[in-house]
């Protein structure tokens, strides 16, 4: 019998995952003398594990499928069909976050995380959008900052929140 | 029992100053605000908001996240029953029929007996808590490493292979969660495991980070790809807010059964709210004088399965404080909010930092009451908060719960871990495997190997030392049935 490719795939994932980790292990130093049971114990028996677990996966795949899996059409389980473009909008939104953070700083990265995931969403304001993600990360940043004493990058905003206690 | 309560009595001593309150009071009002919102459930709430509590003191922290814990739960009640979607399974049930309440214009009764259910079996499961603590404390004194790692064994048996529509899944994510355990200086040994010469991966890889990853980002890629484009229809809350004679007459058994259903199964643990939930949905159905009313909004089946939640999420505290073990994803997190502050919960908690655990279980009861007197009235403002459109509703969760991962060490490799995550729950939710279990392995795997290697450096390295004492080994044994017997049960039945 076929299996379907995404129960395939992640079968063999998680097969790949508990070989790697054996592997890795195996190559964690032993510990000290007298330490009965050493820092790799616990690791090969988790990647023992996974190892069986993907085996489990692969049976079940190709024996009618994973047990009790949802519909495999969107519409079966009353959501529409997988939308590439929101999906990209949202991870974009976090990789310009990670790029702009310790560069812009917080209040921009998190203004263009806000602005991204909007517009993934199906927004179509985007400088509403990036005004509202910037007085929202301005309002944090004050907050965490001169309230909370927890450090947040100022970035761009150093000459105006500079004295804001970094 | 006299002393019981007298530790109790200056529990409330403590958490009744004014700071305590308004720590108490902030916690339920953020946790409830939070809550409501649609997406978010209890774990990730109490994730998001933890960043707030660092400027506070143990005590004041740990009184506020029993507020948001409580606050965050009767907030998903409220989308549930108006937006009819569920935030976490245990909610499922007080959908069915809380719904179709609203539907029928009677949104009012719904929440309000929500709430009221909530109180009761809240506040009798804090009585029970608060009695059954101390007696677990003084057996949990007697066990040993052995027994220990026996009761973990059992806890990670229960949360990932008898809830959930499948062992093997449930199994496959608890065993993610152990492997990312691993990750970083190994305490007993110092040396480093699958950090891959990451110095940020050194000090391990944060729960709040996974739960994060997998609860708010891994959602909002899930609902972007999936469910972005929909319309889901929030009914209006019109009419009296208040329960009729009937409503009151039709809840209260229901609530007080409930209470006694969900209790035992968080306390033992029996793996989450789930399953009562849905148990305590059919007994009122079997019970109802109105049967023919289920399917079409009937108030039993909204205060029960709604009671059921309550009780069995605050009987998860009983193995959470007594013995160190969290039972649901929301149990482990507020476990790391512990460990936070240096507090390893357990029986010597008891005995070491009394004054704390009977400040949080006075502050239990305040919650309780605070939540009861802050939400009815509040209602117009939570129904508000359903109404933010998709797009900024779900930027926002990202905004802040990001900010909630990244500020625990300002960290772009946190960063990045937690899109890792957030892929990693899009691929889990999408292929029906269960999250809760991979963030309870996480935490719970380096505690239960800490054990493991406690028991077998005493034993000079003998394994039988797990089965040949008599309490780990009948511990074991009903966890391998746990784990065995359904499994065959599905296997000669589908020959």
């Given at each position: 019998m076929k299996a379907k490719p995404t129960e395939l795939a992640l079968s063999l994932g998680v097969l790949g995952l508990g070989i790697a980790a054996v592997i890795g292990a195996a190559n964690i130093s032993g510990g000290?003398?007298?330490?009965?049971?050493?820092?790799?114990v616990a690791p090969a028996v988790i990647s023992g594990g996974l190892i069986v677990l993907g085996i489990w996966l692969l049976y079940e795949a190709f024996s009618g499928g994973w047990r009790n899996a949802i519909p495999d059409q969107p519409q079966d389980r009353g959501e529409h069909p997988f939308s590439a473009g929101a999906f990209i909008w949202v991870s974009l939104g976090l990789f310009a976050q990670m790029l702009l953070i310790h560069r812009a700083g917080f209040v921009i990265a998190q203004a263009a995380l806000f602005t991204f995931v909007a517009r993934g969403f199906g927004s179509k304001k985007l400088a509403r959008d990036f005004a509202i993600g910037l007085a929202l990360g301005l309002a944090v940043f004050l907050f965490f900052v001169k309230f909370l004493n927890v450090h947040l990058p100022a970035g761009w905003f150093e000459p105006l929140l500079g004295g804001a206690g970094i | 029992m006299a002393e019981t309560f007298s530790s109790l009595l200056h529990g409330f001593s403590i958490a009744l100053t004014p700071i305590n309150l308004l720590w108490g009071f902030i916690g339920v009002l953020l946790g409830t605000f939070v809550g409501v919102l649609p997406g978010v459930g209890p774990a990730l709430t109490v994730a998001m908001l933890m960043p707030l509590t660092v400027k506070l003191e143990a005590t004041g922290a740990l009184i506020m996240f029993a507020g948001i814990y409580y606050g965050a739960m009767y907030g998903g009640s409220t989308t549930t029953i108006l937006l009819n979607t569920p935030g976490e399974s245990a909610s499922i049930a007080t959908a069915l029929e809380g719904n179709l309440m609203a539907k029928k214009g009677r949104a009012g009764p719904a929440l309000a007996t929500c709430a009221i259910g909530s109180f009761v079996a809240g506040t009798i499961a804090t009585i029970l808590v608060t009695l059954l603590a101390p007696v677990v404390v003084e057996v949990a004194l007697q066990f040993g490493p052995a027994e220990y790692f026996a009761l973990m064994v059992f806890a990670f048996t229960t949360v990932s292979?008898?809830?959930?529509?499948s062992t093997v899944r449930g199994l496959t994510s608890l065993f993610l969660g152990l492997l990312l355990g691993v990750?970083?200086?190994?305490?007993?040994?110092?040396r480093s495991r699958?950090?891959?010469?990451?110095?940020?991966l050194l000090d391990g890889i944060d729960v709040v980070v996974l739960a994060v990853g997998l609860f708010a980002v891994g959602e909002a890629l899930y609902v972007a790809a999936y469910a972005s484009r929909l319309h889901e229809k929030l009914e209006q809350l019109k009419g009296s807010l208040w329960m009729s004679k009937e409503d009151w007459k039709r809840s209260l058994p229901a609530w007080l059964r409930a209470t006694f259903i969900g209790f035992p199964f968080g306390s033992i643990p029996a793996g989450g709210a789930e399953i009562p939930t849905f148990l305590s949905y059919a007994t009122e159905k079997k019970l109802s004088k109105h049967p023919e009313e289920f399917g079409k909004g009937a108030i039993e089946g909204v205060a029960g399965p709604e009671a059921a939640n309550n009780a069995s999420v605050t009987g998860a505290l009983v193995p959470l404080l007594t013995?160190?073990?969290?039972?649901s994803a929301t149990a482990a997190i507020l476990l790391s909010a512990f460990q936070n502050y240096g507090i390893q919960p357990g029986p010597l908690l008891f005995q070491m930092q009394g004054d704390l655990v009977w400040a949080l279980l006075a502050s239990l009861y305040i919650g309780n009451v605070l939540l009861l007197i802050l939400n009815l009235p509040l209602i117009g403002i939570w129904v508000k908060v359903l109404t933010i459109p998709k797009p900024l509703l779900y930027a926002g969760i990202l905004v802040f719960a990001t900010l909630g991962a990244y500020s625990l060490?300002?960290?772009?490799v946190d960063l990045v871990i937690l899109y890792v995550f957030g892929l990693l729950g899009f691929v889990m939710r999408r292929s029906n495997i269960p999250v809760a279990p991979a963030v309870i392995g996480l935490i719970l795997g380096p505690l239960a190997e800490t054990q493991a290697r406690r028991a077998l450096a005493i034993s000079q390295g003998d394994p039988a030392v797990f089965v040949t004492q008599p309490i780990s080994a009948g511990i074991l044994l009903v966890a391998f049935l746990l784990l065995v017997v359904p499994v065959v049960i599905r296997t000669r039945r589908r020959i």
């Amino acid at each position: 019998m076929k299996a379907k490719p995404t129960e395939l795939a992640l079968s063999l994932g998680v097969l790949g995952l508990g070989i790697a980790a054996v592997i890795g292990a195996a190559n964690i130093s032993g510990g000290s003398g007298y330490a009965r049971v050493g820092p790799n114990v616990a690791p090969a028996v988790i990647s023992g594990g996974l190892i069986v677990l993907g085996i489990w996966l692969l049976y079940e795949a190709f024996s009618g499928g994973w047990r009790n899996a949802i519909p495999d059409q969107p519409q079966d389980r009353g959501e529409h069909p997988f939308s590439a473009g929101a999906f990209i909008w949202v991870s974009l939104g976090l990789f310009a976050q990670m790029l702009l953070i310790h560069r812009a700083g917080f209040v921009i990265a998190q203004a263009a995380l806000f602005t991204f995931v909007a517009r993934g969403f199906g927004s179509k304001k985007l400088a509403r959008d990036f005004a509202i993600g910037l007085a929202l990360g301005l309002a944090v940043f004050l907050f965490f900052v001169k309230f909370l004493n927890v450090h947040l990058p100022a970035g761009w905003f150093e000459p105006l929140l500079g004295g804001a206690g970094i | 029992m006299a002393e019981t309560f007298s530790s109790l009595l200056h529990g409330f001593s403590i958490a009744l100053t004014p700071i305590n309150l308004l720590w108490g009071f902030i916690g339920v009002l953020l946790g409830t605000f939070v809550g409501v919102l649609p997406g978010v459930g209890p774990a990730l709430t109490v994730a998001m908001l933890m960043p707030l509590t660092v400027k506070l003191e143990a005590t004041g922290a740990l009184i506020m996240f029993a507020g948001i814990y409580y606050g965050a739960m009767y907030g998903g009640s409220t989308t549930t029953i108006l937006l009819n979607t569920p935030g976490e399974s245990a909610s499922i049930a007080t959908a069915l029929e809380g719904n179709l309440m609203a539907k029928k214009g009677r949104a009012g009764p719904a929440l309000a007996t929500c709430a009221i259910g909530s109180f009761v079996a809240g506040t009798i499961a804090t009585i029970l808590v608060t009695l059954l603590a101390p007696v677990v404390v003084e057996v949990a004194l007697q066990f040993g490493p052995a027994e220990y790692f026996a009761l973990m064994v059992f806890a990670f048996t229960t949360v990932s292979a008898v809830i959930g529509s499948s062992t093997v899944r449930g199994l496959t994510s608890l065993f993610l969660g152990l492997l990312l355990g691993v990750v970083g200086i190994d305490s007993q040994t110092g040396r480093s495991r699958f950090a891959f010469g990451v110095p940020e991966l050194l000090d391990g890889i944060d729960v709040v980070v996974l739960a994060v990853g997998l609860f708010a980002v891994g959602e909002a890629l899930y609902v972007a790809a999936y469910a972005s484009r929909l319309h889901e229809k929030l009914e209006q809350l019109k009419g009296s807010l208040w329960m009729s004679k009937e409503d009151w007459k039709r809840s209260l058994p229901a609530w007080l059964r409930a209470t006694f259903i969900g209790f035992p199964f968080g306390s033992i643990p029996a793996g989450g709210a789930e399953i009562p939930t849905f148990l305590s949905y059919a007994t009122e159905k079997k019970l109802s004088k109105h049967p023919e009313e289920f399917g079409k909004g009937a108030i039993e089946g909204v205060a029960g399965p709604e009671a059921a939640n309550n009780a069995s999420v605050t009987g998860a505290l009983v193995p959470l404080l007594t013995l160190g073990i969290p039972t649901s994803a929301t149990a482990a997190i507020l476990l790391s909010a512990f460990q936070n502050y240096g507090i390893q919960p357990g029986p010597l908690l008891f005995q070491m930092q009394g004054d704390l655990v009977w400040a949080l279980l006075a502050s239990l009861y305040i919650g309780n009451v605070l939540l009861l007197i802050l939400n009815l009235p509040l209602i117009g403002i939570w129904v508000k908060v359903l109404t933010i459109p998709k797009p900024l509703l779900y930027a926002g969760i990202l905004v802040f719960a990001t900010l909630g991962a990244y500020s625990l060490h300002q960290s772009l490799v946190d960063l990045v871990i937690l899109y890792v995550f957030g892929l990693l729950g899009f691929v889990m939710r999408r292929s029906n495997i269960p999250v809760a279990p991979a963030v309870i392995g996480l935490i719970l795997g380096p505690l239960a190997e800490t054990q493991a290697r406690r028991a077998l450096a005493i034993s000079q390295g003998d394994p039988a030392v797990f089965v040949t004492q008599p309490i780990s080994a009948g511990i074991l044994l009903v966890a391998f049935l746990l784990l065995v017997v359904p499994v065959v049960i599905r296997t000669r039945r589908r020959i």
